[in-house]
């Protein structure tokens, strides 16, 4: 090895031991100091990749993973980036493509196997998933990774009582490991067991897609426990307008501990939202909030109130739309002998599972034809 072959390796192996330790900024220094020298060193531009996927700039990673490909198609190492790089990226083929290359040289890798069950799964292909992540814990049985996604593909099949086995399984092996606390949350609540459920949906904070969603303030959070007698608590959605539109219910709860509860509401819903009993105060999400002494997310309030399957707040209808717009819309749809039908097709386009919630109106056809009935589209964005 020449010597500034000598240096350059030196290099990288200072950038790997800062990229271990957790220094990302030192190993990113030292990465592009590498790549001043020699822009066609293939280790750098794998690890560089993986920190620009990290901090964001995947369009930076997309380009260093396709010139690693260009140098050493056949790396082992290689494929896993640029499959790592083309599933964050959305290409979902691309990234099967790769994994199955490197599954081709090295079978006995249960991280790719891993990867390749996790796209699998994001393409529906559920079977296919359950036999990659099936080989991955073949190769590495104490694998929390691959159990947690196990769980996930035997809960997709409906297959809770398995889903719970692996979930377990994977927390045995590493019990502060809020993935598994989460998906096991999830399941507990899907099979009715909402007080063990509610408390292990809490790990939601750290899942990667939720963390973002907690707020921070000055104030201090409600503990669930507290006195709110005399308390200002300040309420807020924390993911979709359904789950608001579901959790909103627990607000006369609230209100009859003495709380005045000022809730953070999207736009959208803010008039909607005005019917609900013991609600004091509106304010819209990103204008700044009124005087308020707690904060709290809407979607712990289950936990909060020990909600089991008996104790849901069931005191229905809790909303209700103003007298006005219904005298409207009587006026604007007029008399009718049909039986009226409203119909939403799809959700949130953005959402990150809506290939699971949503549907091509064309799918409707069927049912769109059914004498006695006329339908109108409630779909807001079409």
Known sequence: MSKPDAAIDQIFQNARALQQSGDQQGALNLYQAIMRQSPDHVATLLELSMICLGIGRNDTADALTRRAMQLAPHEITTLINRGVVLYELGDLDGAIHHYRQGVALDPELPELHYNLGKALEDQNQLFDALEAIHQALKLRPAFPEALNQMGNLLLRLNRPEEALLALRAAIELRPNFPPGHYNEGLVLLLTGDLQTGWEKYEHRWHHAGLAHAKQSHPQP??????????????????????????????????????????????????TLFKSIEGLAEITRKGSPPPAFDLHFPLLSLPHAFGTTLESIPATVPYLAPPVETIDNWRRRLGNHDEIRVGVVWSGNPQHHNDRNRSLPLRELGPLLDLEGFRFFSLQKEV
């Open 221 to 270: 959070e409600w503990d669930g426990k507290a006195s709110l007698d005399g308390q200002r608590l300040l309420l807020y959605g924390e993911q979709g307008l359904g789950d608001m539109l579901q959790f909103i219910r627990y607000v006369p709860r609230l209100a009859k501990q003495g709380a005045t509860v000022i809730l953070e509401s999207p736009a959208s819903l803010c």
